[in-house]
């Protein structure tokens, strides 16, 4: 059985349950309701940060995601950064609680990650850079987590590229010192968690609670339930 530098886990659909979709939608609506008293109306904030998202999942490396998020948001409202920024980061750490509510509870999500740092010199919580810290903990401490159970939280402050680009994930492992091919990567995404990371020769495990496929790469690899992946877990 190998024995892995580094473990990697997705939150959105892996450790925190959810309908992707749904709460997208949710947590949109709370965050227009937040920024409305800057004169942003919720069809002009959702515009706005739809582009910076795709700013961000396009990044080139040049600058960080938060840099990309806010040339193009504040851009399209016309609101500076320094006021909107503020607001947001309060939200992220107090309004954004009420998007639980678009979520499920998973009772595994801390023993696996407990099992993983028994199984690995390193424990990651590789989710997608689009969220500020803040709010990266926000939606851990859903399912009892928080960042001090990983060596390395990716968020859009610290981070320059996005899922599904492999660079992503290379950036990790350049920063940790990490040999891809020791690495096992657990996501529920297909195209992102296990196409993304297996094209560096990371390992895999597709986690189908909330499965998210790929008709174009399907994962042929180890899967099952997030109850199947923590028993894989204890075995290693």
């Known amino acids: 059985m190998m024995t892995y530098q580094a473990i990697l886990f997705d939150l959105d659909g892996t450790l925190l349950p959810m309908d992707t979709e749904a709460f997208t939608q949710g947590y949109f609506r709370l965050l227009a309701k937040a920024v409305a008293p ?7 904030m959702i515009s706005a940060l739809w582009s910076g998202i ?4 396009g990044n080139d490396g040049r600058r960080s995601n938060r840099e990309r998020f806010w040339e193009v948001f504040s851009a399209e409202t016309g609101v500076a ?3 909107c920024e503020s607001i947001c980061d309060r939200f992220y750490t107090e309004g954004f609680h009420q998007a639980r509510a ?3 509870d998973n009772p595994l999500a801390a023993e696996a990650v407990r099992l993983a740092r028994q199984k690995a010199d390193k424990v990651i919580l590789a989710t997608n850079p689009l969220f500020p810290l803040p709010g990266q903990t ?8 928080r960042p001090s159970d990983f060596d390395l939280v990716t968020s859009y402050e610290g981070d320059r590229f996005c ?3 492999p660079a992503y994930y290379q950036d990790i492992c350049d920063r940790l010192s990490l040999n891809p091919a020791r690495c096992l990567m657990i996501g529920n995404d297909e195209r992102e968690d296990m196409l993304a990371a297996h094209s560096l020769g990371m390992a895999g495990y597709l986690v189908t609670d909330c499965l998210l496929p790929c008709p174009e790469h399907p994962w042929d690899g180890p899967r099952g339930t997030f109850a199947n992946m923590t028993a894989m877990l204890r075995r290693l």
């Open 38 to 44: 800057l004169g942003i109306t919720p069809e002009a």
């Open 54 to 57: 795709r700013a961000m999942i």
């Open 81 to 83: 950064q320094a006021l």
């Open 163 to 165: 899922k599904p680009n």
């Open 102 to 104: 678009f979520t499920r």
């Open 138 to 145: 926000t939606r851990m401490s859903w399912v009892g987590l």
